[in-house]
């Protein structure tokens, strides 16, 4: 019974840390609800406000749509979600696009494929162990060089010693990007538009659909800014703010965000990060969430990515 509740406190607090609802069912000894931090220390250090501007691999898991503007890469990204909880989340992602049809003016390319696994652990205590494993793929076209559509799929399974936790299921996110102009863009992501998991005790269950609006502004030479806002069913869930600085001197860029809570009570919590250019293609990334109620403390991210 102990490493039952340590389960489900360290699958609650995996779900809550990023501010997401999620359900409690009375008649059902689920586990995890699948509802994971996303990937990445970029997309973090700006509290997670990307989606109508992200261009790199972690397109896959914010906007699948983004990475239209990505050119071919890969990267890596591990984060201890509750310090000295001993509850760790590793993922790895790819990106590229398909056949040699990018808009020279835009960036865009016409086709692109991307890819994330996803591995969250936790040590429960008592011998016993949690673990889920995720595997996304994203498709994206562009009809026109500014308007990009996107479909991602994704399937989860969830595995621990404890009766009744294990699960299994799919999901799809759908997605749209407009570039506007040069210097503006907006887009729409609906995530877990389509869901399903399957708990071993024979219960059904849905994922919470989300549904995401951003607009991004980009100042030449000097910041990018972007507003993002979340819809739950019930309301207004989010709003997230961030900034990014272009690279300095070709080698250091800056970046912050905050995340406005505005169902329930309402709570914020700040982000700040930066990213290191080691070389022409390698890019260290780190990202620090704190909540203004501490309710987690200090959360670091850290990623690398690769472009060739």
């Not at 509802?35 to 997670?48: C, Q």
């Not at 407009?178 to 210097?183: D, K, T």
Request: hydrophobic share 45%; glycine share 10%; aromatic share 10%.
């Amino acid at each position: 019974m102990n490493a039952r509740r340590a389960l489900i406190a360290l699958c609650c607090a995996a779900a809550a840390l990023p501010a997401l609802p999620l359900r409690v069912h009375a008649d059902s000894s689920q586990g995890g609800a699948f509802l994971l931090p996303r990937y990445g220390a970029r997309a973090w250090g700006m509290a997670g406000a990307v989606i109508a501007r992200v261009d790199d691999e972690s397109a896959v898991d914010w906007n699948p749509a983004g990475i239209a503007r990505a050119s071919r890469s890969a990267g890596v990204s591990y984060v201890e979600l509750v310090p000295g909880a001993f509850l760790t989340q590793s993922q790895a992602a790819v990106v590229m696009p398909l056949g040699h049809t990018r808009n020279a003016e835009t960036g865009v390319a016409r086709h692109s494929a991307g890819a994330t696994y996803t591995n969250l652990s936790a040590d429960v205590g008592a011998g016993e162990t949690y673990s889920e494993n995720h595997l996304r793929l994203a498709y994206a076209y562009s009809p026109q060089p500014v308007v990009t559509f996107a479909i991602a799929g994704q399937v989860f399974l969830a595995r621990s010693g404890v009766d009744h936790f294990d699960a299994w299921g799919t999901s799809v996110d759908m997605a749209v990007t407009l570039l506007v102009s040069p210097s503006w863009s907006v887009a729409l992501v609906g995530r877990d538009a389509f869901s399903r998991y399957t708990f071993e005790d024979g219960l059904d269950d849905n994922k919470e659909r989300q549904y995401v609006a951003g607009i991004a502004h980009k100042v030449p030479g000097a910041i990018d800014l972007e507003a993002d806002f979340v819809y739950v069913h019930d309301g207004w869930l989010h709003t997230l703010v961030g900034a990014e600085t272009p690279f300095i001197y070709n080698r250091v860029a800056l970046r912050s965000g905050i995340a406005i809570l505005s169902s329930g009570e309402g709570r914020a919590s700040y982000s700040f990060g930066a990213s290191v250019r080691a070389t022409g293609n390698l890019v260290l990334h780190y990202a620090a969430t704190l909540d203004d109620e501490n309710a987690f403390g200090t959360t670091q991210r850290f990623s690398l990515g690769v472009r060739w």
